[in-house]
């Protein structure tokens, strides 16, 4: 077990703590209370390494800070028909009762003003400290936080939606006038309607002090908490109101209003948890079965991450030299946006779009994952398969675990030009878990399109060979001509038509397809001309002209690209 230095300028506290975990184990460490955060009985920023109330709002750890209304009869934080930890949040719960609030006055007591919160990692060990205030110290008062790996809130109606899960936490203290050390509890939440609640280690049974500095821990210190037994100064962050000044704002928490604790979640349930929303609540009592009072409550996104998938402008889409398929290259970005680290990241994506067969994925289509920066652990080696013409691979595993950014860059051959599709990251709270999910659908604006123009070009030639012009009969002429038509573009183009007004009964004369970059000779076309241009009479001036027109569609940019050309053949050879 790693010993940590405890340090903490409190000189007294008094409180009586219970922590009230869900599916917790019992293997124990310390909560440390100088470095990254100092747990002292107070929320100004002091001499230690760490940081305290004053500045967390400006760490990149995972924070709540809510400011709560006080002292009025509009507080919708105020529980009511028995609301108690050992019912469950809402009717949808494992319990018949169910917490309730209605807007009302709290005692001045238990008037919350502000609650705070914010998770950190030491060591690879998530700890949370958390805290709050209230508007008087006229009474001793019970307090107590709640962090729910589910998400809850208000609704309209004074009830509540979400409700418990197995590995919430709730830790409660009292507010006492003159301060002593007291006890600590902790519990698991295990689901059963009838008795939801375990005791899991006791200070009764198992023992807690009060250190040299006033912080009352538990024998095995992996929770701790301390309440201001003299006065302390209020963060200049945020305005804090006395009620016995009569609800005046004051620079100075008066003794017995100012609390924080501090629980290791990590030795509490074996490994660092995920939560999703955070509570703070006044209370009767420090009992489990205690009337509650105030509330205030807000998101506490400890586990969660984010993924962002755009085409990368700085390596535009280009047409393959097969003519048919575009290669784009993407980034995708994979953040741990939340407090705590994540474990198994893996990403699948999603080219499932319908049955046009211009769409991913054809036969011949590929994703890769061909480089994997960040800050990754474990990463395998690319090239990965991400997706082929079979269509999902499934999950991809880009890193065994993630604490800031990974990047990963896609490379796509397919044959739809500006390809859109959706991607997944999948991660989990511990390892082998799939509970931390993040979805993200490309957008107009983030796909990129090759920039790629088909082309044709039409070639008629009198020709040669049989002469141009003859006579059929000695009196008819016969008219022939050489075709060849040609795709002048990086694409392939489709539906080739190649139509001559006086061949093939004004048909096309070609009807198909034509590779990028290619030329196709249709071959000698001859025909009877009805007249000579301009209804010429004289042998030695006689032309026949005609005009032939190509057209194709590019498979790639699904435009239309069309050329003419003319030629003109003398009845006569011409002389010089």
Same mark, same amino acid.
């Given at each position: 077990?790693?010993?940590?230095?405890?340090?903490?300028?409190?000189?007294?506290?008094?409180?009586?703590?219970?922590?009230?975990?869900?599916?917790?184990?019992?293997?124990?460490?310390?909560?440390?209370?100088?470095?990254?955060?100092?747990?002292?009985?107070?929320?100004?920023?002091?001499?230690?390494?760490?940081?305290?109330?004053?500045?967390?709002?400006?760490?990149?750890?995972?924070?709540?800070?809510?400011?709560?209304?006080?002292?009025?009869? !509009?507080?919708?934080?105020?529980?009511?028909?028995?609301?108690?930890?050992?019912?469950?949040?809402?009717?949808?719960?494992?319990?018949?009762?169910?917490?309730?609030?209605?807007?009302?006055?709290?005692?001045?007591?238990?008037?919350?003003?502000?609650?705070?919160?914010?998770?950190?990692?030491?060591?690879?060990?998530?700890?949370?400290?958390?805290?709050?205030?209230?508007?008087?110290?006229?009474?001793?008062?019970?307090?107590?936080?709640?962090?729910?790996?589910?998400?809850?809130?208000?609704?309209?109606?004074?009830?509540?939606?979400?409700?418990?899960?197995?590995?919430?936490?709730?830790?409660?203290?009292?507010?006492?006038?003159?301060?002593?050390?007291?006890?600590?509890?902790?519990?698991?939440?295990?689901?059963?309607?009838?008795?939801?609640?375990?005791?899991?280690?006791?200070?009764?049974?198992?023992?807690?002090?009060?250190?040299?500095?006033?912080?009352?821990?538990?024998?095995?210190?992996?929770?701790?908490?301390?309440?201001?037994?003299?006065?302390?100064?209020?963060?200049?962050?945020?305005?804090?109101?006395?009620?016995?000044?009569?609800?005046?704002?004051?620079?100075?928490?008066?003794?017995?209003?100012?609390?924080?604790?501090?629980?290791?979640?990590?030795?509490?349930?074996?490994?660092?948890?995920?939560?999703?929303?955070?509570?703070?609540?006044?209370?009767?009592?420090?009992?489990?079965?205690?009337?509650?009072?105030?509330?205030?409550?807000?998101?506490?996104?400890?586990?969660?991450?984010?993924?962002?998938?755009?085409?990368?402008?700085?390596?535009?889409?280009?047409?393959?030299?097969?003519?048919?398929?575009?290669?784009?290259?993407?980034?995708?970005?994979?953040?741990?946006?939340?407090?705590?680290?994540?474990?198994?990241?893996?990403?699948?994506?999603?080219?499932?779009?319908?049955?046009?067969?211009?769409?991913?994925?054809?036969?011949?289509?590929?994703?890769?994952?061909?480089?994997?920066?960040?800050?990754?652990?474990?990463?395998?080696?690319?090239?990965?398969?991400?997706?082929?013409?079979?269509?999902?691979?499934?999950?991809?595993?880009?890193?065994?675990?993630?604490?800031?950014?990974?990047?990963?860059?896609?490379?796509?051959?397919?044959?739809?030009?500006?390809?859109?599709?959706?991607?997944?990251?999948?991660?989990?709270?511990?390892?082998?878990?799939?509970?931390?999910?993040?979805?993200?659908?490309?957008?107009?604006?983030?796909?990129?399109?090759?920039?790629?123009?088909?082309?044709?070009?039409?070639?008629?030639?009198?020709?040669?060979?049989?002469?141009?012009?003859?006579?059929?009969?000695?009196?008819?002429?016969?008219?022939?001509?050489?075709?060849?038509?040609?795709?002048?573009?990086?694409?392939?183009?489709?539906?080739?038509?190649?139509?001559?007004?006086?061949?093939?009964?004004?048909?096309?004369?070609?009807?198909?397809?034509?590779?990028?970059?290619?030329?196709?000779?249709?071959?000698?076309?001859?025909?009877?001309? !009805?007249?000579?241009?301009?209804?010429?009479?004289?042998?030695?001036?006689?032309?026949?002209?005609?005009?032939?027109?190509?057209?194709?569609?590019?498979?790639?940019?699904?435009?239309?690209?069309?050329?003419?050309?003319?030629?003109?053949?003398?009845?006569?050879?011409?002389?010089?």
């Amino acid at each position: 077990m790693r010993t940590l230095t405890l340090r903490s300028t409190l000189t007294a506290a008094g409180l009586c703590l219970s922590v009230i975990l869900a599916g917790l184990s019992t293997a124990y460490a310390q909560v440390p209370k100088e470095d990254p955060f100092e747990l002292d009985g107070n929320a100004l920023d002091g001499a230690a390494a760490g940081f305290d109330w004053e500045t967390f709002q400006t760490k990149p750890n995972t924070q709540k800070f809510i400011i709560d209304k006080f002292n009025d009869s !509009t507080d919708d934080n105020f529980f009511k028909g028995g609301s108690k930890d050992e019912r469950d949040i809402s009717s949808a719960g494992v319990t018949q009762n169910y917490w309730l609030n209605t807007p009302t006055t709290p005692p001045d007591k238990d008037d919350i003003e502000h609650a705070f919160a914010v998770n950190t990692v030491v060591n690879g060990e998530q700890v949370i400290y958390f805290g709050a205030d209230r508007l008087s110290n006229s009474g001793d008062a019970a307090i107590g936080f709640w962090f729910f790996k589910n998400k809850i809130s208000e609704k309209a109606d004074g009830t509540f939606s979400g409700v418990h899960s197995v590995g919430d936490v709730l830790v409660t203290s009292d507010f006492k006038q003159g301060g002593s050390a007291s006890v600590i509890n902790v519990f698991k939440w295990n689901g059963n309607p009838q008795s939801p609640l375990t005791l899991v280690a006791s200070s009764t049974t198992g023992g807690g002090s009060t250190d040299a500095n006033g912080v009352f821990c538990l024998t095995n210190l992996s929770a701790c908490a301390a309440a201001n037994s003299s006065p302390v100064g209020v963060p200049p962050t945020w305005s804090y109101y006395y009620k016995d000044s009569g609800v005046n704002q004051v620079t100075t928490y008066p003794t017995g209003t100012f609390f924080e604790g501090g629980i290791n979640v990590k030795d509490l349930f074996g490994a660092n948890q995920c939560f999703a929303s955070f509570l703070a609540m006044t209370r009767t009592s420090a009992s489990t079965t205690a009337q509650l009072k105030d509330f205030a409550l807000g998101d506490f996104p400890v586990c969660s991450v984010n993924v962002e998938k755009v085409c990368d402008v700085g390596v535009p889409p280009v047409v393959n030299q097969d003519g048919s398929s575009i290669d784009t290259t993407f980034k995708v970005t994979i953040v741990n946006d939340g407090g705590a680290p994540l474990s198994d990241i893996r990403v699948k994506e999603d080219f499932t779009r319908g049955t046009n067969p211009l769409l991913f994925p054809v036969t011949g289509d590929i994703c890769q994952i061909t480089a994997i920066t960040g800050d990754t652990v474990n990463a395998p080696s690319v090239p990965i398969t991400l997706i082929d013409s079979a269509g999902t691979k499934g999950e991809v595993k880009v890193s065994d675990s993630l604490v800031g950014t990974i990047t990963l860059t896609v490379a796509c051959k397919t044959k739809l030009n500006g390809l859109a599709n959706q991607i997944e990251v999948i991660t989990g709270s511990t390892p082998g878990a799939s509970d931390v999910k993040d979805l993200d659908i490309m957008t107009d604006a983030e796909i990129c399109k090759a920039t790629v123009a088909p082309g044709i070009e039409v070639i008629k030639d009198c020709s040669a060979t049989p002469p141009a012009v003859t006579m059929t009969g000695g009196v008819t002429p016969k008219v022939c001509v050489d075709i060849t038509v040609k795709n002048t573009s990086g694409e392939d183009l489709t539906d080739v038509s190649v139509i001559d007004p006086y061949l093939n009964g004004g048909l096309s004369i070609y009807s198909d397809n034509l590779d990028s970059n290619s030329s196709k000779s249709l071959g000698t076309f001859c025909y009877n001309p !009805t007249a000579s241009d301009s209804g010429e009479t004289d042998p030695s001036k006689i032309t026949y002209t005609d005009q032939v027109t190509a057209k194709g569609t590019g498979v790639v940019s699904g435009q239309e690209a069309s050329h003419s050309d003319t030629a003109t053949c003398n009845l006569c050879p011409v002389t010089n």
